[in-house]
């Protein structure tokens, strides 16, 4: 047990980032995700797909419903990482299953696979394959899934397909090319982020399974630590275990403001002194993704069939460069037409993620990149940046 989690006499750590279902908090969100996928599996659908900003909590909901599988009635395959080509992705898949098919050809994957479909099904079992992180599966795997998730008894589907994944995915869905998947997803949720009193209801409740301990948390901690994450659930439980931290290193057992400012900053945010700007604040959360991804980079989360493509390049601090404002009379403006869109360093997915930005910010559009990409200016007097938007999320 780490020293300040015994100084606050917790029997475990209350904010560990590691998705484990016995803290899963179920916000009203969560809760319609986690309902949606049982649907699923009991309406013998095609497809469930479940969209949310990086760390909303798609991997721990998919787990909490997986625990709560009955192994007599459901199997499942779960796949992680899947930039795979069709191949790899019905290997994987068959591995997961127990199935041996290295070097095979696809037609004799999906062949594989079918039996033992239908195996399942003779059985009475049911068959779910899962696929997180599927913002990368390519179009063309997507397509064969969608093949896949066509075969049928003559009254039911014989597996059903969950799809987790950032806006990316809804992105990549909404191509041309994957039209015929995208008319087979009965159901479709969006995980959104916790609003203030959710914030202050997850961080009470992931204390008290922590065994609550002897912590006091000031009323005033609760919003300021809502105000640097977004109710972003991996961000407020970075912030608040450096929080719990700070207020260790001053014998504190009250979470006071000043830590969690102080966690802020061991992230490398800044913090101005009259108060959190609301600029700062979406700077944070760009910084915190980043943080969070390069903490998750390497990460093993579930056990079956894991594929972790560690990211071993240290990815760089966010920086502000130096801007000049456009100049004013004839420019566009367009405005983020979706609750948080990621400003990006280049037009491509791919690229890191600089900035944050929330429904309604007004953006000076600089040019036009490939495909929907567009470069755009944001500043709210204080603050300026620019970088890649999709075009798709923004009004007019
Ligand atoms: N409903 C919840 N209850 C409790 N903890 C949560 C909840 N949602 C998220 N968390 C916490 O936030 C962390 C991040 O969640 P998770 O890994 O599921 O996010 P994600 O949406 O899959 O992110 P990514 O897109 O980066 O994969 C979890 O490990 C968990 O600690
Ligand atoms: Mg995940």
Excluded: C
Excluded at 140 to 157: A, C, F, Y
Excluded at 199 to 215: C, L, P, Q, W
Excluded at 341 to 356: F, G, H, K, Q
Excluded at 365 to 371: A, F, K, L, W, Y
């Amino acid at each position: 047990m780490k020293d300040y989690l015994e100084f606050f006499g917790f029997s475990d750590d209350p904010f560990k980032i590691t998705p484990d279902s016995h803290y899963f908090f179920l916000s009203e969100s969560h809760q319609e995700a986690l309902s949606s996928l049982k649907y699923l599996v009991e309406s013998e659908e095609g497809f469930a797909v479940i969209i949310g900003e990086p760390g909303t909590g798609k991997t721990l909901t998919v787990r909490k419903f997986i625990d709560d599988l009955s192994p007599d009635e459901v199997r499942f395959a779960y796949v992680l990482f899947p930039n795979l080509s069709p191949e790899e992705l019905f290997e994987a898949i068959l591995e997961d299953f127990g199935i041996k098919s290295e070097g095979e050809t696809k037609n004799k994957l999906f062949a594989k696979l079918r039996d033992f479909l239908v195996n399942e099904r003779k059985r009475g079992r049911k068959v779910l394959i899962i696929i997180d992180e599927a913002q990368n599966l390519p179009v063309e795997t997507l397509e064969e899934l969608r093949i896949l998730s066509n075969l049928e008894t003559s009254d039911t589907k014989l597996l059903q397909i969950i799809l987790l994944g950032q806006p990316e995915l809804e992105e990549k869905l909404n191509s041309q090319e994957l039209r015929q998947l995208r008319q087979r997803i009965t159901v479709f949720v969006k995980l959104r982020n916790f609003t203030e009193e959710e914030t202050k209801a997850y961080i009470d409740f992931r204390i008290s399974k922590a065994g609550r301990g002897n912590v006091k948390i000031n009323p005033k901690t609760y919003g300021l630590v809502y105000k640097f994450s977004l109710g972003i659930p991996r961000l407020i439980n970075i912030l608040m275990e450096r929080a719990l931290m700070a207020a260790f290193v001053d014998s504190s057992h009250e979470i006071k403001p000043k830590h969690v400012e102080r966690a802020a900053e061991s992230v490398g945010l800044r913090v101005r002194k009259e108060g959190v700007s609301r600029n700062v604040v979406y700077l944070a959360v760009g910084g915190l993704i980043l943080a969070s991804l390069l903490f998750f980079a390497g990460t093993k989360v579930l056990e079956k069939n894991v594929r972790v493509e560690p990211v071993t390049q240290e990815r760089k601090a966010v920086v502000i460069p130096e801007l000049k404002t456009p100049e004013k009379g004839g420019e566009k403006i367009v405005y983020v037409s979706v609750p948080m869109l990621n400003m990006r360093e280049r037009p491509s997915t791919d690229a890191d993620v600089i900035y944050v930005l929330r429904e309604g910010d007004e953006l000076k559009v600089i040019e036009n990149g490939p495909e929907t990409w567009i470069k755009v200016f944001y500043s709210d007097g204080n603050f300026e940046i620019e970088g890649w938007v999709n075009g798709k999320y923004v009004r007019r």
